[in-house]
Nanobody, 126 residues
C-alpha cells in the first residue's frame, strides 16, 4: 500500500503564493504518476495537475495553467504544487493522488487514481 500525506495548506492572499507538499511512503516503487485534485464545498472533485514520474511530463487544468506548477523530488518521494497568483475561486480542499500503473495516453482523472491523501485546505482571500 501507499500512504500520501499533504501539507502546506492554509490562508493566502490573492496574488500571493503558496506551496503544497505531498509525501509518499510505503510501496512507492515504480509509481507511474502523481497529481493534485481539489474539491470546493458543494462541488465535485476536479483535476488540477498531474506529473509522470518517469520523464516528468505534466498536465494542467486550463483554470490553473500558467499560475500553478507541479513538480517532484523523486529522491524524497515528494510531489509539490506551487500556487502563484491564487484567486478566491481556487479555494478548496486540495488532495494529493497517485497512480500505480500506466493505462493509456489519456489525461488522468479522479477515477484514474489509485491512492489518495486526506487533503489540505487552501483558502484564498481577496
Amino acid at each position: 500500500q501507499v500512504q500520501l500525506v499533504e501539507s502546506g495548506g492554509g490562508l493566502v492572499q490573492a496574488g500571493g503564493s503558496l506551496r503544497l507538499s505531498c509525501a509518499a511512503s510505503g510501496r512507492t516503487f515504480n509509481m507511474y504518476a502523481m497529481g493534485w485534485f481539489r474539491q470546493a464545498p458543494g462541488k465535485e472533485r476536479e483535476f488540477v495537475a498531474t506529473i509522470i514520474r518517469t520523464g516528468g511530463s505534466t498536465d494542467y487544468a486550463d483554470s490553473v495553467k500558467g499560475r500553478f506548477t507541479i513538480s517532484t523530488d523523486n529522491a524524497k518521494n515528494t510531489v509539490y504544487l506551487q500556487m502563484n497568483s491564487p484567486k478566491p475561486e481556487d479555494t478548496a480542499v486540495y488532495y494529493c493522488a497517485a497512480k500505480r500503473f500506466w493505462s493509456g495516453p489519456s489525461r488522468l482523472t479522479v477515477s484514474s487514481m489509485d491512492y489518495w491523501g486526506k487533503g489540505t485546505l487552501v483558502t484564498v482571500s481577496s
